[in-house]
């Protein structure tokens, strides 16, 4: 039966068995695998409407990934995250651990050692890690959205052969090189360049790079593994080239590790310094002065993917909220009796469906390969980010002193969610790209 055969890949995903996991879950494009044989229903209880419960699990193949990862989640990840985050040190082999289960390569093809999954299954894996570590989801984000779906959507097969099989099984793990220690949301002002050198068939890039999630694995020593980085190529605005950097490459150094920060403290951030790193012409990826294109579709999806973050971060919070309002006592009632607490958590709840309704509408209709889907992008992300931050600081609120601090985790989830409202586009710069939109396009129906 579907029970017998979730509840057999469930118990041989923490026995971290990949092959069977990768074959159990399929792919819902294809409709291969074992999971998406089945009829389409969703097992994922929750107090949410069953065809809402359908919606965040458009799949048989999307309920059993959300199934297993939540076994995944409070087995492996939930019983670290405290103290990685309280040390500021990185969970390498944790996140290997992902590419052991096929999770570092869930959008990319088969072929190369991917799941060949969609946007919904990239917006459930979000939303389930953050929900009690969103630092160490940082680092799977930047490295299976940012680096390897970024390859396997504008690289050539060659190019997907090289590259993306060690880094969908976790041997190599990196990110993606775009800010600039004076160029952030103005993207297109980096000045990091690149000039080719016709006689050795070779570019040299010469710049740096700043608030690189995985830019170090090792505590500063050395860089991550595999970067894709954009730089200047041509003398127009937008005449920028991505290329592969690989780590050992000459010239290619930790600039430094920033420590200390507010939150996502257990993914490590890095300026990453290229002093005429020479790059061979086969690691460029896609045409030359044309990665501008390449880099706008791939922010779709990464800001999908920090939406999801704070569907993840603002789950949590509401249950923290509901069991210490079901546990603690004052005046002889338990909180739930007063009004101030109930609106804390109802209204929490209310601007979390929204959320999150909003974020699987976009991710269940998304084709990882359009481009122009930029609107709902920003719009996800604005949302989702702030709504994240007001019901964990709610959740303090509720908690009171146990919210200030860390046994409960709200006071962390509360500075990791600010993040969302800078990284991968400020607020500033999702209100600029969406008027932008609305005023270009038609009235709204």
């Known amino acids: 039966?579907?029970?017998?055969?979730?509840?057999?890949?469930?118990?041989?995903?923490?026995?971290?068995?990949?092959?069977?996991?990768?074959?159990?879950?399929?792919?819902?494009?294809?409709?291969?695998?074992?999971?998406?044989?089945?009829?389409?229903?969703?097992?994922?209880?929750?107090?949410?409407?069953?065809?809402l419960q359908d919606f965040?699990?458009?799949?048989?193949?999307?309920?059993?990934?959300?199934?297993?990862?939540?076994?995944?989640?409070?087995?492996?990840?939930?019983?670290?995250?405290?103290?990685?985050?309280?040390?500021?040190?990185?969970?390498?082999?944790?996140?290997?651990?992902?590419?052991?289960?096929?999770?570092?390569?869930?959008?990319?093809?088969?072929e190369y050692g991917g799941t060949g999954l969609d946007a919904a299954a990239v917006v459930l894996a979000h939303e389930e890690l953050s929900y009690s570590d969103p630092a160490f989801c940082l680092s799977y984000l930047a490295h299976?959205?940012?680096?390897?779906?970024?390859?396997?959507?504008?690289?050539?097969?060659?190019?997907?052969?090289?590259?993306?099989?060690?880094?969908?099984?976790?041997?190599?793990?990196?990110?993606?090189?775009?800010s600039e220690p004076s160029a952030g949301t103005d993207v297109l002002g980096m000045s990091t360049k690149a000039v080719f050198d016709h006689?050795?068939?070779?570019?040299h890039l010469t710049g740096q790079k700043m608030w690189i999630t995985n830019g170090t694995l090792d505590g500063g020593k050395t860089t991550g593994d595999l970067f894709l980085v954009y730089a200047r190529t041509g003398p127009e605005r937008s005449d920028i080239t991505?290329?592969?950097?690989?780590?050992?490459?000459?010239?290619?150094?930790?600039?430094?590790?920033?420590?200390?920060?507010l939150g996502m403290r257990a993914s490590p951030t890095a300026e990453l310094v290229f002093d005429n790193v020479p790059i061979p012409n086969g690691n460029v990826i896609g045409e030359v002065n044309?990665?501008?294109?390449?880099?706008?579709?791939?922010?779709?999806?990464?800001?999908?993917?920090?939406?999801?973050?704070?569907?993840?971060?603002?789950?949590?919070?509401?249950?923290?909220?509901?069991?210490?309002?079901?546990d603690r006592k004052a005046f002889g009632k338990t909180l739930w009796d007063f009004g101030q607490i109930q609106s804390a958590i109802s209204t929490s709840y209310a601007e979390y469906m929204a959320g999150r309704c909003y974020v699987y509408a976009l991710a269940n209709q998304l084709d990882l390969d359009s481009y122009g889907n930029g609107l709902d992008a920003d719009g996800t992300k604005l949302y989702c980010a702030q709504?994240?931050?007001?019901?964990?600081?709610?959740?303090?609120?509720?908690?009171?002193g146990y919210g200030y601090v860390g046994e409960y985790s709200v006071e962390r989830l509360w500075r990791d969610a600010k993040l969302l409202e800078i990284g991968g586009?400020?607020?500033?710069?999702?209100?600029?790209?969406?008027?932008?939109?609305?005023?270009?396009?038609?009235?709204?129906?």
């Open 387 to 400: 709504m994240a931050k007001t019901v964990a600081d709610r959740a303090i609120q509720v908690l009171g």
């Open 56 to 110: 965040f699990n458009p799949t048989e193949v999307h309920a059993d990934l959300r199934s297993m990862l939540r076994d995944f989640v409070k087995k492996e990840v939930e019983p670290q995250a405290l103290d990685f985050n309280r040390t500021e040190k990185f969970n390498l082999p944790l996140l290997r651990q992902l590419g052991d289960l096929g999770l570092l390569g869930l959008t990319v093809e088969e």
């Open 242 to 261: 991505s290329f592969v950097v690989e780590k050992d490459m000459p010239g290619f150094q930790v600039g430094q590790q920033i420590h200390d920060k």
């Open 144 to 178: 299976s959205l940012l680096l390897v779906n970024n390859l396997s959507t504008n690289a050539s097969p060659e190019q997907k052969e090289k590259f993306l099989p060690a880094a969908v099984a976790g041997q190599h793990i990196g990110g993606m090189g775009m």
């Open 199 to 203: 006689r050795s068939d070779t570019w």
């Open 290 to 326: 044309g990665a501008t294109l390449c880099m706008m579709r791939n922010l779709e999806i990464e800001r999908l993917g920090l939406a999801a973050m704070a569907l993840g971060i603002a789950r949590r919070c509401i249950n923290v909220m509901k069991d210490y309002a079901s």
């Open 1 to 51: 039966t579907i029970i017998q055969k979730m509840s057999t890949a469930r118990s041989l995903l923490l026995g971290k068995s990949p092959r069977y996991f990768k074959a159990f879950l399929g792919n819902p494009r294809t409709g291969r695998g074992t999971a998406a044989a089945f009829s389409k229903t969703s097992v994922v209880s929750s107090s949410s409407s069953s065809n």
């Open 425 to 445: 586009g400020t607020n500033e710069s999702h209100h600029k790209n969406m008027a932008r939109d609305l005023k270009r396009g038609a009235d709204l129906e």
